[in-house]
């Protein structure tokens, strides 16, 4: 039987990704709009887009692990007859209703609340 510190580690890390992709995204909305309307920042405005897109990239890709990881050691551990096949559990985008919708609510979120701050920085 597995130990819980790996699993406790694992959701410390994933949570730690999440707020990341949050964070990073408040603040390449705060460089895109105060910063880079400068004359002398604009050249870099596309060096600060590739940071964005592979750092986001590569969250997205942690995270992917983390979840698949843990999907196959909850897989291993629940024996399954040999009778019956797995459902296709994963329709859209390799994500579950839930998963999904909690992108879309993250998304949402994050949207209107980086418009609502920019707002207020004008």
Same mark, same amino acid.
């Given at each position: 039987?597995?130990?819980?510190?790996?699993?406790?580690?694992?959701?410390?890390?994933?949570?730690?990704? +999440?707020? @990341? =992709?949050?964070?990073?995204?408040? %603040? *390449?909305?705060? !460089?895109?709009?105060?910063? $880079?309307?400068?004359?002398?920042?604009?050249?870099?405005?596309? +060096?600060? @887009? =590739?940071?964005?897109?592979?750092? %986001? *990239?590569?969250? !997205?890709?942690?995270?992917? $692990?983390?979840?698949?990881?843990?999907?196959?050691?909850?897989?291993?551990?629940?024996?399954?007859?040999?009778?019956?096949?797995?459902?296709?559990?994963?329709?859209?985008?390799?994500?579950?209703?839930?998963?999904?919708?909690?992108?879309?609510?993250?998304?949402?979120?994050?949207?209107?609340?980086?418009?609502?701050?920019?707002?207020?920085?004008?």
């Amino acid at each position: 039987m597995d130990s819980p510190q790996p699993h406790k580690t694992n959701t410390a890390f994933e949570y730690f990704l +999440y707020a @990341a =992709i949050i964070a990073e995204t408040g %603040l *390449a909305a705060l !460089i895109y709009k105060v910063i $880079l309307h400068s004359g002398e920042l604009m050249r870099l405005r596309v +060096y600060f @887009a =590739i940071f964005y897109f592979a750092f %986001l *990239a590569w969250t !997205i890709a942690q995270l992917n $692990l983390l979840h698949r990881d843990r999907n196959s050691s909850v897989a291993d551990s629940t024996p399954v007859p040999t009778d019956m096949a797995p459902a296709d559990t994963r329709p859209m985008l390799g994500l579950t209703g839930p998963q999904l919708a909690i992108v879309v609510v993250v998304f949402a979120t994050a949207v209107v609340t980086f418009s609502w701050a920019l707002r207020l920085l004008r």
